[in-house]
């Protein structure tokens, strides 16, 4: 059985490529079998793990299976979506790569959603595709968890490729702007399934599956950036300590009441920031906590690259138990 999880914030620039990359090598690292999904028109994901000249081939017309290609017939409208063949990134790491071309979607989505609300088929199809595929996908590689990477926004193909996942990790920085985004994340959230459970599925023709819509929230990641000269530490912690009870409101649906960081059950990890590691990774084309001496980890940056090897280990683990995906052994 495939568990799909969604790394999602409507607010962009919370390093949540960054995490989806790093996740996905760890994960598989610790013995799962993984899809790491690109479903953000940006594409980051897709070009963090391969260099252009795979990129090139990508996205030639007559090139490799993506995103795109799956839901290229919907979009024309000349049949259903296609199930896409991973590529390899790793010892039980396959990616399903993104498309800039995957906006075109966008309005196909959009028109799509009321007619679902009646069972139209082919509006329950559009609707379902990024499920279908994921789920495909994920089939024809025999991942145990499907990582889905998606933009900062809560447009038409973020809410189909959320109702997609069972579950969401939301990351996000300790600032105002997080905040915010956790206010308007929890409520469409929730909107969204309401709308999908209550109206949808129970019209849905029964030889297209669909999801359940569930969108689990399984907790967040804090990424802690650098604090600059011009904002004090006494500022950033304040926000810190607000996260916790924004989301179980926001997100949970929760009352308010006095929540500790460090013993909130959904804050999966809170990570340091790791800025002078990152050149050294993209250059590399690796994760950080891969880096090397030849790499240019050396001294007090090797000893970082440890250290960002076992926040990643914690939080890889920590996540797979919190979706309640069996033991890397036992599956």
């Not at 399934?193 to 907790?219: H, S």
Request: charged share 20%.
């Amino acid at each position: 059985m495939t568990t799909t999880i969604a790394l999602f914030n409507n607010k962009g620039g919370v390093g949540k490529t960054t995490l989806a990359y790093h996740l996905a090598h760890m994960v598989a690292r610790l013995g799962w079998r993984v899809l790491a999904a690109d479903l953000d028109p940006q594409a980051n994901l897709t070009s963090a793990f391969f260099d252009e000249e795979r990129l090139e081939r990508f996205w030639d017309q007559n090139g490799t299976d993506t995103v795109v290609t799956a839901v290229a017939p919907l979009v024309r409208q000349v049949g259903d979506v296609r199930i896409p063949v991973p590529q390899e990134a790793g010892d039980r790491l396959w990616v399903l790569p993104g498309d800039l071309s995957l906006s075109k979607f966008e309005d196909r989505l959009s028109n799509s959603w009321p007619l679902s609300y009646q069972g139209d088929e082919g509006a329950v199809r559009v609707t379902t595709a990024f499920f279908r595929m994921l789920q495909g996908c994920a089939a024809r590689v025999g991942a145990h968890v499907v990582l889905v990477d998606v933009g900062p926004n809560l447009g038409a193909i973020n809410r189909s490729a959320l109702l997609a996942c069972d579950d969401l990790v939301v990351p996000l920085a300790a600032d105002l702007f997080s905040l915010q985004g956790l206010r308007n994340l929890g409520p469409t959230l929730r909107q969204w399934r309401d709308n999908w459970q209550r109206f949808v599925l129970p019209n849905a023709p029964t030889e297209v599956p669909t999801p359940d819509g569930t969108m689990r929230p399984l907790g967040y990641v804090v990424l802690q950036h650098a604090v600059r000269l011009d904002r004090p530490v006494q500022a950033y912690d304040r926000w810190l300590r607000r996260i916790p009870n924004e989301f179980h409101q926001s997100v949970l649906g929760q009352p308010e009441t006095a929540i500790d960081s460090q013993g909130d059950p959904y804050q999966l990890a809170s990570l340091r920031n790791y800025r002078s590691l990152m050149p050294l990774a993209q250059d590399a084309r690796k994760p950080m906590f891969d880096l090397k001496a030849a790499d240019g980890a050396l001294g007090s940056t090797g000893r970082l690259v440890q250290i960002c090897y076992g926040e990643f280990q914690r939080l890889a683990v920590r996540l797979m138990d919190a979706a309640e995906i069996p033991a890397a052994s036992m599956v």
